[in-house]
Nanobody, 125 residues
Framework: QVQLVESGGGSVQAGGSLRLSCAAFGYIYGLHNMGWFRQAPGKEREGVASIYTGGGSTDYADSVKGRFTISQDNANYTLYLQMNSLKPEDTAMYYC??????????????????WGQGTQVTVSS
């Protein structure tokens, strides 16, 4: 079983920055496919950033390219999302996700079995 625990959310003004963290616990060997997703009120959950931890390749949603950076710390089994130049439209619950099955990055919700509980990010104008 895999457990994912997010932290680092909060409230920030537009233009500010936040760094989200996701710690993985349990049977995490081979957990190569990890990503960040978000869900705003009344909207569907969407992929934000993904990483193939086996090689480090990444992918981002167009809406966050150039502003967000996904990274990993293999020694501590932790995933990060650095968010800069935040906008009010970035306001959402952010979720960490992981899976064993793919050997590539993915922004598709269907490709992930394990999910964290989420951390709230609120950006005010």
């Amino acid at each position: 079983q895999v457990q994912l625990v997010e932290s680092g959310g909060g409230s920030v003004q537009a233009g500010g920055s936040l760094r989200l963290s996701c710690a993985a616990f349990g049977y995490i060997y081979g957990l190569h496919n990890m990503g960040w997703f978000r869900q705003a009120p009344g909207k569907e959950r969407e992929g934000v950033a993904s990483i193939y931890t086996g090689g480090g390749s990444t992918d981002y949603a167009d809406s966050v390219k150039g502003r967000f950076t996904i990274s990993q710390d293999n020694a501590n089994y932790t995933l990060y999302l650095q968010m800069n130049s935040l906008k009010p439209e970035d306001t959402a619950m952010y979720y960490c996700a992981a899976d064993f099955r793919l050997n590539r990055y993915s922004l598709s919700i269907d490709d992930y079995k394990y999910w964290g509980q989420g951390t709230q990010v609120t950006v005010s104008s």
